[in-house]
Structure formats: structure tokens, C-alpha cells
């Protein structure tokens, strides 16, 4: 009962990097009702039964690691970080999280029947493949689920929260991306693309916040040696994973390409060195997560470097007063 409690104080800085966190956040918000992925419709019409097939069951794992993050992994880890500023900038991070399980949801119901949904949702659950990598990350985060876990502990679980920021998702955006290279499933990928700029930003976040933690480690070797036995397990299991739902259109081989590619990225926003050799990543891919290549809608959709108005000129009752003298 004698314990105070703090008011967060965003006129003091808690470090260097926690403000321009907070703004790029509230910069990209977005929700998926501004989007209309029903223009979709005729394009999904045109693919084959086993690229539908392909492109639910990525959605559907996506919507497992958000659901996942935005249920368990963001409110365990927030409960552990000092810095009040850090702890508003992952609670934000939550609530986006949410908003991307919910998005895959909004483009489901476009393609799908609710039967076809349904499966999907069956297919997640008895996957084993996709039920490892939740289960191992879900198992990090539990283990912080505590009053006073150790240092070594917490760098753990944000390392799995950075694993699932910035490389078990990648899997499932690949196909996304990779039809809208191809001119197909435009409007579903522009939701696809406002997510990867969300989750590329909380997995920097995240990595940062770990790396401060790590530097408090003494046995920083033993420690690493321990994440990076995860990350190999992981990997792994994602191969498994991305053969079992690409062989069938022909595409395991560059998705592969492309979890190297991120896994590679995911340790780097831990301050590690990268491990994977990656040779060549698909570059419409890549192309894919470029924002300054998208063309702008205005009369339909956001685009992904869709920017709010800053500068706002109100309209006035003078504006309205027209000149009855000029002929028309």
C-alpha cells in the first residue's frame, strides 16, 4: 500500500528514442475499415483453388502471431519496462496489433464464405508447424508472467517479440506482396503494406528496449548462445512451415530466400550480426514494402504513404458569399 505510483512525464526525456517512437506511431495509424479490399473481388475470382488456398492460410497465421502479440506478448513484456515513455509506446504498439488481427478478418470476409473462414480458423489451430512458433513465443512470454523476472529472463522474451516482429510474420506477407507485384489482390496488400510498416517499427522499438536489458547481462555470451539456439529452432520450423503451404504454387524457394532475409534483420535490430546467407530476395518483394513507389487514391482508399493534413484552412461564411453581378 505504500508503494508510489508514477505519472508518466513526456517533458523529461526516459532516453533518446522513446518520443520519435511515439510519433512515428501515431503518424501511421490507420484502421482497416478505411480501406475496401471488396475491389479484390474480380482478382480473386482469377486465381487458381490452390493460390486461394495459399493465400488463407497465410492470413490465417498471420492473424494467429497478432492475436498472439496483441493478446499476450505486448501486456507481459509492458508490465516489466521501467521507463514510463516506453511503456506508452508499447501500449499504442498493442492496440495496432489488435487492429492487424482484425484487418486479416476484413479480408477474409471479402474472398470467403463463412464456412471457408471457418476452416481456416480449424487449419490454424491443428497446424503444428504454425502451433510451434506460437507456442515457443507464447512460452517466453509467460515466462516473465511474474513479479521480479531476471534480466536474462526479459531480454528472452523481447528477443521472441522481435523474432515475431520482424521474422516469423514475413512467411505470411510474401504472398501478399507477391500477387500485388503481379497486379493482383491490389486493395487487400494496401492493408497488408499499412501492417509490415507497423510491425517493421515495432520490432526496431522492441530491439531497442532489449538492447538495454542486454547490456545489464553479465554472462552476455551465455545469453546470446540461448537466443540464438531459439532463433535456429525457429527457423527451422519455419521452413517446414513455408514448404507445406508454397510447394503447391511453386513458390517455397524464394520464400525461403526471404525468412533468411528477415531473420537477418530481426538480429540486427538486436545489435547482433547477421547469420543467414541470403543470396537474392525477390525484388517485386521488396518492392513491395518500398511506400514511395505507391501510387495514391484518394477517391477510394489510402494509400501506404497516405499523410494526415497538417495544414488546415477552416471555411468561413465569407466563402460561401458570392458575387451576383458576375455573369455565369
Same mark, same amino acid.
Given at each position: 500500500?505504500? @508503494?508510489?505510483?508514477?505519472?508518466?512525464?513526456?517533458? /523529461?526525456?526516459?532516453?533518446?528514442?522513446?518520443?520519435?517512437?511515439?510519433?512515428?506511431?501515431?503518424?501511421?495509424?490507420?484502421?482497416?475499415?478505411?480501406?475496401?479490399?471488396?475491389?479484390?473481388?474480380?482478382?480473386?475470382?482469377?486465381?487458381?483453388?490452390?493460390?486461394?488456398?495459399?493465400?488463407?492460410?497465410?492470413?490465417?497465421?498471420?492473424?494467429?502471431?497478432? /492475436?498472439?502479440?496483441?493478446?499476450?506478448?505486448?501486456?507481459?513484456?509492458?508490465?516489466?519496462?521501467?521507463?514510463?515513455?516506453?511503456?506508452?509506446?508499447?501500449?499504442?504498439?498493442?492496440?495496432?496489433?489488435?487492429?492487424?488481427?482484425?484487418?486479416?478478418?476484413?479480408?477474409?470476409?471479402?474472398?470467403?464464405?463463412?464456412?471457408?473462414?471457418?476452416?481456416?480458423?480449424?487449419?490454424?489451430?491443428?497446424?503444428?508447424?504454425?502451433?510451434?512458433?506460437?507456442?515457443?513465443?507464447?512460452?517466453?512470454?509467460?515466462?516473465?508472467?511474474?513479479?521480479?523476472?531476471?534480466?536474462?529472463?526479459?531480454?528472452?522474451?523481447?528477443?521472441?517479440?522481435?523474432?515475431?516482429?520482424?521474422?516469423?510474420?514475413?512467411?505470411?506477407?510474401?504472398?501478399?506482396?507477391?500477387?500485388?507485384?503481379?497486379?493482383?489482390?491490389?486493395?487487400?496488400?494496401?492493408?497488408?503494406?499499412?501492417?509490415?510498416?507497423?510491425?517493421?517499427?515495432?520490432?526496431?522499438?522492441?530491439?531497442?528496449?532489449?538492447?538495454?536489458?542486454? @547490456? @545489464?547481462?553479465?554472462?552476455?555470451?551465455?545469453?546470446?548462445?540461448?537466443?540464438?539456439?531459439?532463433?535456429?529452432?525457429?527457423?527451422?520450423?519455419?521452413?517446414?512451415?513455408?514448404?507445406?503451404?508454397? /510447394?503447391?504454387?511453386?513458390? /517455397?524457394?524464394?520464400?525461403?530466400?526471404?525468412? @533468411?532475409?528477415?531473420?537477418?534483420?530481426?538480429?540486427?535490430?538486436?545489435?547482433?550480426?547477421?547469420?543467414?546467407?541470403?543470396?537474392?530476395?525477390?525484388?517485386?518483394?521488396?518492392?513491395?514494402?518500398?511506400?514511395?513507389?505507391?501510387?495514391?487514391?484518394?477517391?477510394?482508399?489510402?494509400?501506404?504513404?497516405?499523410?494526415?493534413?497538417?495544414?488546415?484552412?477552416?471555411?468561413?461564411?465569407?466563402?460561401?458569399?458570392?458575387?451576383?453581378?458576375?455573369?455565369?
Amino acid at each position: 500500500m505504500n @508503494r508510489k505510483i508514477r505519472a508518466v512525464n513526456w517533458n /523529461t526525456p526516459d532516453n533518446d528514442y522513446a518520443l520519435m517512437f511515439w510519433e512515428q506511431n501515431i503518424k501511421q495509424f490507420w484502421i482497416d475499415t478505411e480501406y475496401i479490399p471488396s475491389k479484390d473481388i474480380d482478382s480473386w475470382k482469377g486465381l487458381s483453388w490452390d493460390m486461394k488456398e495459399c493465400y488463407k492460410k497465410a492470413l490465417g497465421g498471420l492473424t494467429l502471431l497478432d /492475436t498472439l502479440q496483441s493478446h499476450t506478448g505486448m501486456p507481459k513484456i509492458i508490465d516489466h519496462i521501467d521507463s514510463l515513455q516506453n511503456k506508452a509506446v508499447l501500449s499504442y504498439m498493442c492496440m495496432m496489433e489488435a487492429i492487424h488481427a482484425k484487418s486479416y478478418s476484413t479480408i477474409f470476409t471479402t474472398v470467403s464464405t463463412t464456412n471457408e473462414i471457418n476452416d481456416v480458423f480449424g487449419w490454424v489451430e491443428q497446424n503444428k508447424h504454425l502451433q510451434f512458433k506460437a507456442q515457443t513465443i507464447d512460452k517466453y512470454y509467460r515466462s516473465i508472467d511474474k513479479e521480479d523476472p531476471t534480466d536474462e529472463e526479459l531480454f528472452m522474451a523481447l528477443g521472441a517479440s522481435v523474432l515475431l516482429e520482424s521474422f516469423l510474420f514475413y512467411s505470411g506477407f510474401f504472398l501478399p506482396l507477391w500477387l500485388c507485384g503481379q497486379g493482383q489482390m491490389v486493395a487487400s496488400a494496401d492493408i497488408i503494406k499499412k501492417i509490415i510498416a507497423d510491425e517493421s517499427i515495432h520490432g526496431v522499438f522492441v530491439g531497442l528496449i532489449a538492447q538495454d536489458i542486454f @547490456r @545489464r547481462i553479465p554472462n552476455k555470451e551465455e545469453v546470446k548462445a540461448r537466443f540464438l539456439t531459439l532463433l535456429n529452432e525457429l527457423y527451422e520450423n519455419e521452413l517446414k512451415y513455408t514448404e507445406e503451404i508454397y /510447394t503447391v504454387v511453386g513458390l /517455397t524457394a524464394e520464400v525461403k530466400e526471404y525468412v @533468411r532475409y528477415n531473420g537477418n534483420k530481426a538480429l540486427m535490430n538486436l545489435g547482433f550480426d547477421p547469420i543467414f546467407e541470403v543470396k537474392q530476395v525477390n525484388p517485386i518483394v521488396l518492392n513491395g514494402l518500398n511506400t514511395e513507389t505507391t501510387q495514391h487514391d484518394f477517391f477510394s482508399k489510402k494509400s501506404t504513404n497516405y499523410e494526415k493534413a497538417t495544414e488546415i484552412v477552416h471555411l468561413m461564411n465569407e466563402d460561401f458569399q458570392m458575387d451576383a453581378t458576375v455573369n455565369v
